[in-house]
């Protein structure tokens, strides 16, 4: 979701794509989840995407919580 060294947003493509259009709707609604994820932690913390039994999922942690991962609601 960074800039390339250009300053072009840059775009997931082929299967990666496919599975955030399958989970999430669209990229754009991905992006918008991912963010709320990010920005609604207090403190110290991080979002993470991630694969399990084959699903997406967005895992959010505080750092007093890790390694314990906890997926997002969607």
């Known amino acids: 979701m960074s800039p390339n060294a250009n300053g072009e947003e840059r775009f997931p493509v082929g299967r990666l794509l496919d599975e955030i259009e399958k989970t999430f709707g669209s990229y754009d609604a991905f992006k918008a989840q991912f963010s709320s994820s990010a920005t609604d932690l207090f403190g110290s913390g991080c979002s993470i995407t991630s ?24």
Do not use: A, K
């Not at 694969?51 to 997926?71: A, E, K, N």
């Open 51 to 74: 694969v399990m039994l084959y699903q997406l999922l967005l895992i959010r942690t505080c750092i007093s919580d890790w390694p314990g991962l906890y997926p997002v609601e969607l």
